[in-house]
């Protein structure tokens, strides 16, 4: 039999111990040494005395957090490894957006969160069942959506001026390019996490217009060596709240009558610092930006008589129109 150098048995122990011990699961020193002879297999001798002084090294360094329990002088003890990057609730919340994000595909999701199950332990891993249906919704183009992703950010860090084109589904559900399949020019600003998808908002490099467009419709993303300087004064925070289901549009100052049992509704959407003032006793009245757009009256007549537009008066028109079209849909006669 071979003999396992010293380097490679404690590095084989460290691998035993964040494999097969959290803080609900301890191992006796002869169930490591199982578990180091599968890791090592047959043909290596391990030695008790060797693996005990080991993890007595280990348990005066500082770069492992080895935790040793005993019941008393002449008890076994038992061993385990904790403090882990992430607590077993956070590699939850991880595997549940990546469930839940539409622009990646049903097999990529499993091997991700394969490689989730790996940052802790096999016994808190075989808990870590995934409870959110995971269906297989996103396009073929969302394959290559991580690595677009990728550049995207760091062309934002660098400060990059890209080139893409852009495109969307007709109704024979082919993928159709947009702007006669000419390439735009942006400055990218941020990436956002929105609706289950990635948008990149940034600047038009001439128009000096600030856009957003759905990562997953992009083609053919060159980062380029040029630079750009962002705009100082642009608030990303601000930018996406005034947004309607991502429809872009042109800012105005949006005044709203709702019904209070909407009141949940409106601080979801707004946040809690949106200035509400009572009108009478079951309605309030909400005054903000807003980007004026088909998004926007579409999310408006969510709620039915439940929400009056005031301001601005152009959109109380939209309202109207869109309520005729409605009414005309279901009144006309077949």
Do not use: C
């Amino acid at each position: 039999m071979r003999k396992l150098k010293k380097t490679e048995r404690i590095l084989g122990l460290i691998n035993v111990l964040k494999k097969f011990t959290d803080e609900e699961n301890e191992l006796k020193i002869r169930e490591i040494m199982e578990h180091l002879q599968e890791e090592f297999g047959e043909d290596f001798e391990i030695h008790e005395m060797s693996v005990s002084r080991d993890l007595k090294e280990l348990q005066q360094s500082r770069y492992i957090d080895l935790i040793v329990n005993s019941d008393g002088e002449g008890k076994p003890k038992y061993y385990s490894y904790k403090n882990r990057l992430f607590e077993i609730q956070e590699l939850r919340l991880l595997m549940d957006a990546i469930s839940s994000a539409r622009f990646i595909t049903k097999s990529e999701k499993e091997k991700m969160i394969a490689k989730i199950k790996q940052l802790t332990s096999i016994p808190l891993a075989n808990n870590l069942v995934n409870e959110i249906y995971i269906d297989d919704y996103a396009i073929d183009e969302a394959k290559t959506v991580k690595y677009r992703i990728f550049s995207l950010h760091n062309a934002i860090q660098e400060k990059k001026v890209i080139r893409f084109i852009y495109g969307r589904y007709n109704i024979d559900k082919e993928f159709v390019l947009s702007n006669d399949g000419k390439p735009r020019v942006l400055h990218p600003y941020a990436l956002i996490w929105k609706n289950d998808y990635y948008y990149l908002i940034g600047k038009y490099e001439k128009e000096g217009e600030m856009v957003h467009f759905r990562v997953d419709r992009m083609v053919d993303v060159e980062v380029t060596d040029e630079t750009f300087e962002l705009d100082p004064d642009f608030e990303i925070s601000s930018y996406v709240r005034q947004l309607f289901h991502m429809f872009a549009g042109v800012e105005k100052t949006l005044k709203v009558r709702f019904h209070n049992r909407l009141i949940n509704v409106i601080i979801d959407r707004f946040g809690k610092n949106i200035s509400v003032k009572k009108d009478g006793e079951d309605f309030f009245i909400i005054e903000t930006k807003a980007m004026i757009s088909d998004g926007l009256v579409s999310w408006l007549l969510t709620w039915g008589n439940n929400a009056q537009v005031i301001e601005p008066p152009e959109l109380v028109e939209k309202l109207k129109d869109e309520s005729k079209k409605i009414y005309d849909l279901y009144h006309s006669e077949k």
